[in-house]
């Protein structure tokens, strides 16, 4: 600058100076970032080492269907809640200007208990409101939730039809069919096996003259089994009967007592 005084040269500003040292220092000292950015870089070096060192951030889970339905019904159930506390609240202040209305006209301040009734009016319209308004939530809690029931049935069978498709992917109709004439034709055969082994052979002769001999070892039997019996008496042995052994009918008339006699008079008397 004193060179360029001395032949006369335009100064520069003070501004072109002060760049031209900040220029010089930042060569000197390697050009560093500003600190605002380097503690950025920081930061993005810190994230990517905890993603895993790829330089991606990882992605939030995303929340299924059936809890965000959950969520949401039990954010209705707590504003319906809410809306019932208020309620109870404004049937109180109902109460208290009725209350209040009947003293005032019990003192004939009429303007006093009108006023007090139209207090109780407006909160009676609120109060209505808020019926009407918890009703309607209701209904969207119980439409959400017979929601997430019927998609958990339609998974459910979702995943039923899967399992039996995977299930019966192997299986072919025409080969069932195929091996149920099998076996009902090897059963066939097994059958007739068992009807011939069951027949008896008779190709040696031996079961022609059976029959006769049969019926004679059944007729000397016969007559064994009759020798054996006892004899049958020739002389018939009297048989005494039962009445022979009862006592002999009294042949007098009994006597009977007083009393009887009594009686037996009365009984004629009332026959007559």
Known sequence: ERARLRVGAPARPAAQRQQRRRAACGGALGSAPP???????????????KAGGKGTAVPAAKQPAVSRTVDQASQI???????????????????????????????????????????????????????????????QVMSIESSSVTKDIIDAMKSGKTALQQVTAGIDVDEVADLQDDIAELQANQAEIDEVISTPMDGLGIGDDLEEEWAALEADMM??????????????TPVKSPVDSLPAAPTHTPKLSDDDAALAELQAALES
């Open 77 to 139: 159930k707590a504003t319906i809640n809410r809306l019932g506390q208020r309620r109870d609240f404004l049937e109180k202040k109902m109460n208290q200007e009725l209350v209040q209305a009947k003293a005032k006209s019990q003192r004939n301040d009429k303007k006093g208990a009108l006023a007090h009734l139209k207090r109780k009016k407006v909160y009676e319209r609120e109060v209505e409101k808020i019926n009407n308004g918890m009703l309607n939530l209701e209904q």
């Open 223 to 236: 007559e064994e089994e009759v020798s054996k019996l006892p004899s049958v008496p020739t002389t018939r």
């Open 35 to 49: 600190p605002g950015r380097a503690g950025a870089a920081g930061n993005m070096g810190n994230d990517k080492s």
